[in-house]
C-alpha cells in the first residue's frame, strides 16, 4: 500500500515559519519527483515547490526566497520549510509523488492558516 503522509500544518501569524513534512511508504522514494501543491477555498491547486529524484528544484514565483523544499531519501520524507509565510498562503498544502508516466500519489493534505 501506498501511503503519504503530511504533518506540520497549523495555525501561524504573519511574518512566521513552518515546516512540512511528507513521509512516503510503498513506493521507491528516490525513484520519484516529489512536490508540494496547496489549494486555497475557491481556487484552483497550484504546484507550490517540486523537488526531482535528482534533487534539482523549482518553485511558484510567489514563494521564492520564502519557501524551501528539501527531500531525505534515507527517511523517504520531503519537507517544506516556509518562512515569512504571509495569508495568502493559507490554503491546504498536498504531497504529490510522481514517477513520470508510470505512477502518481497525492496526501491527504495538511492545512496552514495564516492569520493574525
Known amino acids: 500500500q501506498v501511503q503519504l503522509v503530511e504533518s506540520g500544518g497549523g495555525l501561524v501569524q504573519p511574518g512566521g515559519s513552518l515546516r512540512l513534512s511528507c513521509a512516503a511508504s510503498?513506493?521507491?522514494?528516490?525513484?520519484?519527483?516529489m512536490g508540494w501543491f496547496r489549494q486555497a477555498p475557491g481556487k484552483q491547486r497550484e504546484l507550490v515547490a517540486v523537488i526531482t529524484r535528482r534533487g534539482i528544484t523549482n518553485y511558484v514565483d510567489s514563494v521564492k526566497g520564502r519557501f524551501t523544499i528539501s527531500r531525505d531519501n534515507a527517511k523517504n520524507t520531503v519537507y517544506l520549510q516556509m518562512n515569512s509565510l504571509k495569508p495568502e498562503d493559507t490554503a491546504v498544502y498536498y504531497c504529490?509523488?510522481?514517477?513520470?508516466?508510470?505512477?502518481?500519489?497525492w496526501g491527504q493534505g495538511t492545512q496552514v492558516t495564516v492569520s493574525s
Open positions: 504529490n509523488a510522481n514517477l513520470h508516466s508510470y505512477q502518481n500519489y
Open positions: 510503498g513506493i521507491t522514494f528516490s525513484f520519484y519527483d
